[in-house]
Each structure stands twice: as structure tokens, then as C-alpha cells.
């Protein structure tokens, strides 16, 4: 696979601590992409996902499928956040 997986988050949530003190911002993945890979690179992304989305604000994961035979391109715990137009482009 040349596609990174990347992740598109939601806006920071404040967290608090057990104690109710506010812990810092925690950003929850709202959509999983697949995005091709630089042009003359291995690991940077390029600017738009498989769907055409941009790619600026979104986090590169550190799932590797080519690490993993037989296993999804993306994360299973993410499995009902994929998005359906990036897959599809895997899948073809």
C-alpha cells in the first residue's frame, strides 16, 4: 500500500482530571482517510485524502498495514469511523 492513513479529529475537548482539574484538550477521531504519500517521499502525506480531502489539519497515524498481513488498511478500533469513499478506493 503507498497511502498513509490518516486521522481527522475533532475540535480539542478540555479534559479535568479525577480531581476536577482541568487536565488539558483531548481530540477524538472523527473520520479515518487514506491519503497517497509525497511525491518523492515514503512517509509524508500528500496534500488530499483519497476523498479529496486536505490533508493540513489532519494526524498521520501510526498504523502501518504492510506490517500487518491480512489486516485492514486502517485501525480495527476505527472500524465505524472509516470513511466510505477512501475505502472504496482501496478496495478497487
Given at each position: 500500500?503507498?497511502?498513509?492513513?490518516v486521522y481527522e479529529l475533532d475540535k480539542p475537548v478540555a479534559t479535568r482530571s479525577s480531581t476536577g482539574v482541568p487536565s488539558g484538550a483531548e481530540r477524538r477521531v472523527r473520520k479515518?482517510?487514506?491519503a497517497p504519500v509525497a511525491p518523492g517521499t515514503r512517509t509524508a502525506t500528500g496534500p488530499r485524502t483519497l476523498c479529496?480531502?486536505?490533508t493540513f489539519a489532519m494526524e498521520a497515524a501510526d498504523w502501518k498495514p504492510s506490517e500487518r498481513p491480512g489486516a485492514?488498511?486502517?485501525p480495527a478500533e476505527y472500524a465505524s469511523v472509516v470513511c466510505p469513499d477512501c475505502d472504496?478506493?482501496?478496495d478497487t
Open positions: 500500500m503507498s497511502e498513509i492513513v479515518v482517510h487514506a479529496g480531502k486536505d485492514r488498511w486502517y472504496a478506493v482501496i
